[in-house]
């Protein structure tokens, strides 16, 4: 278990970030001892990041794709490969 500033020290975000993620699902913690205070498991970093990496590479991916040409499929251009 990872106290908040240590989770946003890594995750280079504030405390208030980091507690959002939790309330969010995106990160799983929970206020224990007396006075209660945050913890957050240290799985659920790494599975957030890798997360964040899945969803960069998807975003990657669809702007590649809508970068993309394909004058033979929207009739303008000349067609690379013909039938």
């Known amino acids: ?14 405390v208030e970030e980091v507690i959002a ?3 969010d699902g995106r990160l799983r913690g929970a206020r224990v001892g007396t006075p209660a205070r945050w913890r957050i498991e240290e799985d659920s970093v ?7 990496a899945e969803e960069a ?3 990657a991916l669809w702007r590649q794709s809508n970068a993309a040409s394909f004058p033979e499929l929207w009739g303008r251009g000349s067609v ?4």
Request: net charge negative; hydrophobic share 40%; charged share 25%.
């Open 1 to 14: 278990m990872l106290a908040p500033s240590q989770v946003a020290e890594l995750l280079d975000l504030t």
């Open 21 to 23: 993620l939790v309330h």
């Open 46 to 52: 790494g599975g957030y990041l890798d997360d964040q």
């Open 57 to 59: 590479r998807r975003i």
């Open 80 to 83: 690379r490969n013909p039938d």
